[in-house]
């Protein structure tokens, strides 16, 4: 396990807490079911630079899950694209980090936040890039909820008919979505076989095992000629045991007790203090 | 089924379809981005092979992937029919392209009500509106095949995205009228007691051929021709429409939100004066007909224009069929 990776982790979650304490909230639980995932793709395996953010040969990152830009933004502050001082600022006038990600983010690449856009962007990056002949990946991470969209499997099936393998998708399926489980809309059993049908090469790890994500991150594509996706079983509010698996995760804005329990929370949880 | 047809000449899709084989041909930064509209079959782009790309039935993600290879360095021109391409891929022109301001060339066939016969799922009766409302995104409604060639060539350097509308079947050339500057309002005719503003073929061929009718009764009416309905040329209509006691717009669009609100929106900043609004009445046209056929029957027609400004400004009829008491419904439904 990357000590880097896990450290990335941990201050990430700690910035996503900071953050859903500041006057607009944020969306806590879908933010930190991710974090992990970030961790491992900006701490281990992403080829990115924040000294020269438009290098053509870069691996680029979407996140089709744009309601967790908090978890994104944190990311890439602790990666030195942005301040870190910049978080406090988070939703207040004048600051540039909006609710869903925008392109004045430093390290942002495409704005998102209407699910449902990025496996049809990170396609196009994708065969942006490979007519230009550049080896670069394209790295999209979508929500289990946002697979409801339509819009998602026709990307999807675009992208298997044009050979597309240097797309990776990567599923949070944290099982839950605003109002309640996702499994009221769409068995999360099928999941894998939806992806399977559509032409893709699927894996299925521990959304918060670094080992595991490095493994299947840093090995894809898998199959040439074959898209990759990873569904990464995830906890939503994973961090936070008062809060995780639990739907009211999904938006909250912390009092300042809560807040200051939240990061008691999160200093037990790193520590490997069980509840 | 199919009324008399003026077909001579390609069709502005065709035109545009072998203008873009040749610039893509010479320029190595441009691709072609299909939806399975036929459009490019059994065209050989030679060298530029590679630089077609063909999605299927698949409009949302065909711009979103437009956007993508835009954002990756390239320029993409994009094709679906007019309707598909302002309500159902809507959202992705707005966020993916619009939004991030990427030179994304969409070309939307099938304007209008050129799709005829083939029913209202099929006619694009509100894509001028949709598309300028978005900010950034130039909209361009081509006359005639010549004119779709050089909109074609303009638009391979314009920084930023374009929707142009085209038609389906083979468009008259609009002749003797030099050839169009995006963003510029083209006169046509000079006139100062009536000014007519028109975009796209028929409507701009009936413009002309009813100020024609009009000049015979002794009224001095001038034409122009607004191929860019954004960003839009308030220079020149202000300029154009001087002391006209009436401005009528002709289009094949909806009453609501085309050329004719275009044109509202400057002269009551800029030059307050009467409107009148020649369109398809805002109802979905869902009765057999061509294009030629239902345009007719919406006066949007020669002597449908001539009507309508003589009922305007309360002239007798005699020189043709009267229109006043539907044209008064029509303004008042």
């Keep these: 396990m990357s000590v880097e990776a896990r450290a990335l ?3 990430v979650r700690e910035h996503v807490v900071d953050v859903c304490a500041t006057v607009e909230g944020g969306h806590l639980g879908g933010s930190l079911s991710c974090v992990d995932i970030l961790a491992v793709l900006y701490g281990a395996v992403l080829r990115v630079d924040p000294d020269r953010p438009d290098d053509p040969g870069r691996d680029v990152f979407l996140l089709s899950k744009g309601h967790a830009a908090i978890a994104l933004y944190a990311t890439l502050a602790e990666r030195g694209f942005l301040p870190r001082g910049e978080l406090a600022g988070y939703g207040v006038l004048g600051s540039r980090l909006t609710g869903h990600p925008v392109r004045a983010v430093p390290g942002v690449e495409l704005p998102t936040g209407s699910l449902g856009h990025g ?3 990170g396609l196009g990056l994708a065969l942006a890039a490979r007519l230009d002949g550049r080896s670069g990946r394209v790295v999209v991470l979508l929500g289990d909820g946002e697979l409801q969209e339509g819009s998602c499997w026709e990307a999807a099936t675009v992208a298997a008919a044009h050979g597309a393998d240097r797309l990776v998708a990567v599923v949070d399926r944290n099982d839950l979505q605003q109002t309640g489980p996702t499994a009221r809309h769409a068995p999360p059993e099928l999941l894998a076989d939806r992806w399977r049908a559509s032409g893709w090469a699927v894996r299925e790890v521990d959304g918060h095992d670094h080992a595991a994500l490095l493994d299947v991150l840093g090995g894809a594509p898998w199959e040439p000629g074959r898209p990759s996706v990873v569904i990464a079983r995830t906890v ?10 639990r739907t009211h995760s999904h938006y909250a804005t912390l009092s300042p007790r809560q807040h200051a329990k939240a990061r008691r929370a999160l200093d037990d949880f790193h520590a ?3 509840p | 089924m199919t009324g008399p047809s003026e077909a001579t000449g390609p069709s502005t899709r065709h035109a545009y379809r072998d203008e873009l084989v040749r610039l893509m041909a010479a320029d190595p930064g441009l691709l072609c981005l299909d939806s399975d509209t036929g459009l490019f079959s059994g065209i050989d782009f030679g060298d530029a092979a590679a630089r077609y790309l063909d999605v299927g039935i698949a409009e949302h993600t065909l711009m979103g992937v437009a956007a993508g290879l835009a954002a990756g360095g390239w320029t ?4 679906t029919m007019a309707t598909f391409a302002a309500t159902r891929a809507l959202e992705a022109v707005k966020i993916d392209i619009a939004y991030n301001a990427l030179p994304v060339r969409i070309v939307a066939t099938h304007g209008g009500v050129s799709a005829g016969h083939l029913g209202p799922t099929h006619h694009a009766l509100e894509d001028l509106a949709v598309m300028r409302a978005l900010p950034g995104v130039t909209v361009v409604v081509p006359v005639d095949a010549r004119s779709t060639e050089s909109v074609i060539r ?3 350097s314009l920084p930023g995205p374009a929707y142009v509308r085209l038609g389906r079947k083979p468009t008259p050339p609009l002749d003797g009228v030099p050839l169009p500057v995006l963003g510029r309002v083209q006169p046509l005719r000079a006139g100062r007691q009536v000014v007519l503003v028109a975009c796209g073929p028929l409507p701009t061929r009936a413009a002309v051929a ?3 009718l009009l000049a015979g009764d002794g009224l001095d009416v001038g034409v122009l021709h607004a191929h860019t309905l954004a960003p839009f040329d308030t220079a020149t209509l202000v300029g154009a429409v001087g002391d006209a006691e009436l401005v009528v717009t002709v289009e094949e669009h909806w009453r609501t939100g085309g050329l004719g609100s275009v044109v509202a929106e400057a002269l009551c900043e800029l030059a307050p004066r009467r409107l ?3 369109a398809v009445a805002d109802r979905f046209v869902d009765t057999v007909g061509s294009q030629e056929q239902i345009l007719e029957r919406h006066h949007v027609s020669p002597t449908g224009v001539a009507g309508r400004v003589r009922a305007e400004l309360g002239l007798a009829a005699d020189r043709g069929p009267s229109h006043a008491a539907s044209h008064r419904k029509e303004i008042h439904p």
């Design chain 2, 276 to 278: 009148a609004r020649v």
């Design chain 1, 9 to 11: 982790a941990q201050r």
């Design chain 1, 119 to 121: 496996l049809a962007l």
């Design chain 1, 236 to 245: 939503k509010g994973h961090g936070l045991p008062f809060v995780a698996g």
């Design chain 2, 210 to 212: 009813a100020a024609e």
């Design chain 2, 76 to 79: 993409p021109f994009v094709n």
């Design chain 2, 154 to 156: 303009q638009l391979a």
């Design chain 1, 272 to 274: 490997g203090r069980r």
